[in-house]
């Protein structure tokens, strides 16, 4: 694996919750990824996390140290403050030393999340290996069931990654043709899941060419799962398919957000 509420639908809003709308207040966001940094500029506050590991006999570790030591995760959770300032960050780190982690891990990091109250779950990562589809399938219903929509890394033409192919997960790709505050929604894939466009890239570093810095399907998952907790905020009870339905309802609207924090370096 590489980086990259059970509410009835019937129940949820289909219109007026807005993805330009709102800060994302009281929004609980989980970050799988490697850790974030909260001493970062971009970051700020972090309300706290978790780390996991897949230890040598395939037991599930759990430990304390969530910070991150590879920049990946702190790059995401800059671009959820920057676009949902008032959600509240949680770290759930699986990347240690480099960025790849078991899919075991993966799925107790959906299931931890989900068990300490996220209402959005950023995966900015995807595995091809269909031999772990009853996996992630399991820990994604365990989520659901507990009110956490899930936002996926995903690739165009790829409808196989995981578990970004899950029915009740919004995947998301990066388009570089999307700029900070634009998206594209539609359906994709064999069973006409949906399928987000998003901006490919973090906010940018001073010093640094945004095209030398990170970017790709981990950052437009970033950008949507924003869009989301923004919605969350509005519409609490908005499972993953009424979020999809509302992003796509108001994708031709054209505002842009006051509060989205822009591209501006700090």
Avoid at 5 to 13: E, H, I, Q
Avoid at 42 to 49: K, N, S, T
Avoid at 222 to 233: G, M, S
């Amino acid at each position: 694996m590489t980086a990259q509420g059970l509410s009835r639908p019937d129940a949820a809003p289909q219109t007026g919750a807005s993805p330009w709308l709102g800060t994302g207040q009281g929004v609980s966001i989980a970050v799988i990824d490697s850790g974030i940094n909260p001493k970062h500029s971009h970051v700020g506050r972090v309300e706290g996390g978790i780390a996991i590991r897949l230890g040598e006999d395939g037991v599930v570790i759990f430990e304390d140290d969530w910070n991150d030591a590879l920049g990946h995760g702190t790059a995401i959770a800059g671009v959820l403050r920057a676009k949902a300032p008032g959600a509240l960050l949680y770290s759930v780190r699986i990347f240690h030393q480099r960025l790849q982690a078991s899919p075991a891990a993966a799925a107790a990091a959906i299931r931890w999340a989900a068990d300490h109250g996220a209402k959005i779950i950023n995966c900015s990562l995807s595995t091809p290996e269909a031999q772990h589809r009853a996996l992630f399938q399991a820990a994604c219903d365990h989520a659901a069931a507990r009110g956490a929509c899930i936002v996926a890394a995903s690739l165009p033409g790829h409808f196989g990654l995981l578990p970004a192919s899950l029915p009740g997960v919004i995947a998301v790709a990066a388009d570089p043709a999307c700029s900070w505050d634009e998206y594209r929604g539609g359906t994709a894939g064999p069973s006409g899941e949906p399928l987000f466009l998003a901006h490919p890239s973090p906010r940018p570093l001073p010093g640094r060419p945004q095209e030398k810095n990170l970017q790709g399907a981990s950052f437009a998952a970033a950008h949507i799962a924003a869009w989301a907790a923004r919605i969350r905020e509005q519409a609490p009870m908005a499972d993953a398919a009424a979020i999809a339905r509302i992003l796509v309802a108001h994708e031709a609207a054209g505002a842009v957000p006051s509060s989205s924090g822009g591209l501006q370096s700090s």
